[in-house]
């Protein structure tokens, strides 16, 4: 029954932020792991981020140091906060959230950083 909703993208110019955020329904989001994985035209899908129920956090090194994810269960969220973005960064982002042997995903935001 889970759902997942991203919204947040846009167009940015290199060296801009912005903050995806993934809404839950559903269900409780607080026992699964939640991850931002990204698809640039003609690449194949990569994580960027990961975070756990106890709110332990992975990232890709491509985007160390300059994306934050983070989740606030009271309501039902997960963000994922990019700052100082680069062209290469363009993608569509998806949020994913795993418990087990379930998987649910959301229909993706696309961020497109261009001049």
């Known amino acids: 029954q889970l759902r997942l909703v991203e919204s947040g993208g846009g167009l940015v110019q290199p060296g801009g932020s912005l903050r995806l955020s993934c809404a839950a329904t559903?269900?409780?989001?607080?026992?699964?792991?939640v991850a931002w994985f990204r698809q640039a035209p003609g690449k194949e899908r990569e994580g960027v981020a990961r975070i756990t129920s106890n709110s332990m956090t992975n990232y890709a090194d491509s985007v160390k140091g300059r994306f934050t994810i983070s989740r606030d269960n009271a309501k039902n969220m997960a963000y994922l906060q990019m700052n100082s973005l680069k062209p290469e960064d363009t993608a569509v982002y998806y949020c994913n959230a795993r418990w087990i042997a379930l998987e649910v995903w959301g229909q993706g935001t696309l961020v497109t950083v261009s001049s």
């Open positions: 559903g269900s409780s989001l607080d026992r699964y792991a």
